[in-house]
């Protein structure tokens, strides 16, 4: 199963430790690190529309990401994980895959304490299904091929 995990600009002196843990977890089969410089408003807000339910969390998360840290740098993991089982998730009101949640949460749990700052979630996004992850990596693939951001590797 294919997905895409995000790992936002609070987690840049992290990001190797974060990624090494995501190898527990699932396969990388590669990592771009972007600037977004001064894309990254437009970046979160067309990451995050996907399902309907996230109309102002935009905005919210944007304030947050782009205002409390230096850096407009991401690192996006392109990622290949176990299918596991699907379960009830009721933040979302839909079913996702066991793993992929896990994973988010282990992420999330275990560097939040070692964020500055940290507010709702702004450390890792992760792709809960195949519709999303096409959907992410349209957008991606949008902001790379128009030459809108700054690949570092």
Same mark, same amino acid.
């Given at each position: 199963?294919?997905? =895409?995990?995000?790992?936002?600009? /609070? ?10 843990? =995501? ?16 894309? #990254? ?27 409390? %840290?230096? /850096? ?11 299918? /596991? ?24 749990? +275990? #560097? ?5 700052? %940290? ?23 949008? %902001?790379?091929? +128009? ?7």
């Amino acid at each position: 199963m294919k997905c =895409i995990g995000i790992l936002w600009n /609070s987690m840049n002196e992290l990001r190797d430790e974060a990624i090494n843990d =995501i190898k527990k977890y699932a396969v990388v089969e590669d990592i771009v690190c972007i600037d977004f410089e001064d894309r #990254y408003f437009d970046f979160i807000t067309d990451i995050y529309p996907f399902d309907g339910k996230h109309k102002d969390i935009n905005i919210f998360k944007a304030n947050i990401l782009i205002d409390k %840290y230096e /850096s407009n740098e991401i690192c996006i993991l392109f990622l290949n994980m176990l299918d /596991s089982e699907k379960v009830y998730c009721e933040r979302k009101h839909t079913y996702i895959y066991k793993n992929i949640e896990e994973l988010k949460q282990y992420i999330r749990n +275990k #560097y939040k304490a070692r964020i500055n700052g %940290y507010f709702f979630d702004n450390i890792y996004h992760m792709t809960d299904d195949e519709k999303e992850y096409i959907f992410t990596l349209n957008i991606i693939n949008s %902001y790379l091929r +128009k030459g809108k951001v700054k690949v570092l590797k």
